[in-house]
Each structure stands twice: as C-alpha cells, then as structure tokens.
C-alpha cells in the first residue's frame, strides 16, 4: 500500500513552458485534492475532485488544469509556467473517517 | 473571515513543557476535525482526528467545543523532535470542503 504518491520530486521550467505533475493514490479514495505551498504559508487548494470525471475549482485554480479519469490518478497540467508558480505542490487523497492523506510533494522552480 | 483561524507562534517552549494550541472555526455546519503536523519541506501528515468527547494519544490530546467552535491540542512533555508546524483541519462533506489552518510552529528548544 504506496499511499499516495506524486512524481516528479524536483522540476525546474522555464517561463512559457507546460508540465504535468502527476497523482496517484491506493487507497481507493473518491475524493483527491491538489494544493500549493509557497515559502513560509499555509496550504492553498487549487482544484479537487469528488470521484472520476467530477472536478471542481479551488482557491487559487488559475493557469491549473486538473483531469480525473480513473479513481487512482488526479494529474495537475501547468498550462504556460509562470514564475509566481514557483512553489512546492502536495496532493492529497482523502476519506471521511480517515481524513486527508498527502503525497510527498513536488518543488517547481520556474525561471 | 477566514474559515479556519490558527495563532502562527512561533510558541517557543523548553523540553518537559506543556504547551495547548487552539484553532476556532467560523461554520458551525463543520463535521469533522483533524489535526496534522507538518516539518520543514515536507508533506503535512495526520496527527489525530478531534471528538466532542475528547481523545488522547500518548502526550497528545485533542479537544473539541461545538458551542465556541473551536479545536484544541495540548502536548504534555514536550520533546525536541515535536518541534514542527501543527495544522488544524475543520471539514464541511456536505459542501467537499477541507479547510485547513495557516498552522501554528512550536519550537521546543533543550
């Protein structure tokens, strides 16, 4: 049981450049969340989805697509990569009982 | 308003410390509250859940009061390795929302 797990750990882009930060997760969760952690703050949600072909927006869902095909994977598509993107992405799977279960993140670096 | 409201400390403590941290909540619809730790750079992972009836887990124990919509956690002798940021999370299922706190850092120094 892998939990959930994010790939890749490290990404450097270059401004204008698109990527997609993939997702998965074991635990046969419904719900599944994507979040962004800048220097120094809390978490902010960009998107989340409720179960396969059910997403909705966040917080903070600009220049961020999601997709949720299957129940295991909730990718994150960076459209045209901006600096102010440069941040560590956590996603996270979740169930009532259990609470929120999270990946062990991903750095961007965008230049 | 924010949703969920944590104080940011940091809460500088000595080893063998008692220290409590709340977290108030401003929906009274919430169903569900947890708390998670998280250390530097790395992903927040979940301490416990929070029971109206309270629940205690080794040093740590959490509370919840419905009626002033708030959630604590109180760590009795503190050790070096608590030193983390401490996130509280109120969840509304009804609504797929998950709110989490800002987080509050303990630092537990020798």
């Known amino acids: 049981n892998a939990g959930v797990t994010q790939t890749p750990k490290f990404q450097v882009l270059k401004t204008g450049q698109s990527m997609t930060l993939q997702c998965a997760q074991d635990?046969?969760?419904?719900?599944m969340s994507w979040y962004r952690q800048d220097p120094g703050m809390g978490l902010r949600l960009i998107h989340y989805?409720?179960?396969?072909?059910?997403?909705d927006q966040g917080e903070v869902p600009n220049g961020y697509n999601v997709s949720r095909s299957t129940t295991e994977d909730f990718p994150l598509r960076l459209l045209s990569a901006a600096p102010s993107q440069t941040s560590v992405y956590f996603c996270?799977?979740?169930?009532?009982?259990?609470?929120?279960?999270f990946g062990p993140g991903t750095r961007l670096t965008v230049l | 308003r924010k949703e969920v409201e944590q104080d940011p400390g940091p809460f500088n403590v000595p080893e063998g410390a008692t220290v409590a941290f709340n977290c108030t909540y401003s929906?009274?619809?919430?169903?569900?509250f947890f708390w998670y730790r998280q250390d530097c750079r790395k992903e927040p992972k979940l301490l416990m859940s929070v029971y109206s009836s309270g629940n205690e887990d080794g040093r740590f124990t959490a509370q919840l009061n419905r009626a002033s919509q708030y959630i604590s956690l109180l760590i009795r002798d503190s050790k070096l390795s608590d030193s983390a940021t401490y996130l509280c999370?109120?969840?509304?299922?009804?609504?797929?929302?998950?709110?989490f706190g800002s987080g509050t850092k303990l630092n537990v120094k020798p």
């Open positions: 996270a799977s979740s169930s009532q009982a259990e609470g929120q279960f």
């Open positions: 635990m046969n969760h419904e719900y």
């Open positions: 989805s409720v179960g396969a072909g059910i997403t």
């Open positions: 999370v109120v969840i509304i299922y009804n609504f797929n929302k998950f709110y």
């Open positions: 929906n009274s619809a919430s169903q569900s």
